[in-house]
């Protein structure tokens, strides 16, 4: 079975602009959730989705949404990029939500300049 | 609000020995426990999973117990190999189930 993937790998933004990640779970898994790594806050939950539904929120801006589309596949979106969103998202799929196993994906490196 | 402690932040250990990597939680009140390994630039690895019920899971040479009553989960290794090298993290889910993450026990095991 293939894994989480996540594309694209490594992206550069400027400040202001808007982007779009995206995430495909592994297949079955119904559940994705996405998760923010800095160096300095470690790993934050961002959100989960399910069923197409935004099941849980992290505690983090309005700028950050998503959406989860009918075969489980998940985008994420940043608008108005801050320096301060530089990180590595990182997506995880389980085949439900509520605290099954989570499989990662490797992540997508966004670079704010 | 749900935290975790991971010690020690570093460690660095010869090839062959056992070692104990712990994590601490401030609430009890969890779902279930999860470790993980990251290697430098890449996303998770899940190693294992203890339910609330459980006291604890083993995978090969890995061991994980839970204690909630005292806060505690430890990860064992068994006859550490270079290969084991990376950052483990744990992590808790609530009955929110929203998932918080230690900041990690980063590993080396020189041969």
């Known amino acids: 079975k293939a894994g989480v993937t996540q594309t694209p790998r490594y992206l550069i933004k400027t400040r202001g602009q808007q982007v779009t990640l995206s995430c495909s779970p592994i297949?079955?898994?119904?559940?994705v959730s996405w998760y923010q790594q800095t160096p300095g806050q470690g790993l934050q939950f961002l959100f989960e989705?399910?069923?197409?539904?935004?099941?849980n929120k992290g505690n983090f801006p309005g700028r950050f949404s998503g959406r989860q589309f009918s075969n489980s596949r998940s985008e994420m979106n940043v608008s108005t990029l801050e320096l301060g969103d530089s990180a590595l998202y990182l997506c995880?799929?389980?085949?439900?939500?509520?605290?099954?196993?989570?499989?990662f994906g490797p992540g997508t490196r966004l670079t704010v300049l | 609000k749900q935290e975790v402690t991971q010690i020690p932040a570093a460690l660095s250990v010869p090839e062959g020995e056992n070692l104990v990597l712990n994590c601490s939680f401030t609430?009890?009140?969890?779902?279930?426990l999860q470790w993980f390994r990251q290697d430098p630039g890449k996303g998770l690895t899940s190693l294992l999973l203890i339910q609330s019920s459980q006291r604890e899971q083993t995978s090969g040479r890995l061991n994980a117990s839970l204690d909630k009553s005292s806060g505690r989960s430890t990860l064992y290794i068994a006859a550490s190999q270079p290969g084991d090298s990376a950052t483990y993290l744990c992590a808790l889910s609530g009955g929110s189930y929203i998932p918080t993450f230690g900041r990690g026990t980063s590993l080396i095991v020189h041969p």
């Open positions: 297949s079955g898994h119904r559940s």
């Open positions: 995880a799929s389980s085949l439900d939500p509520g605290g099954d196993t989570q499989y």
């Open positions: 609430d009890s009140a969890i779902y279930n």
């Open positions: 989705y399910f069923s197409e539904t935004q099941r």
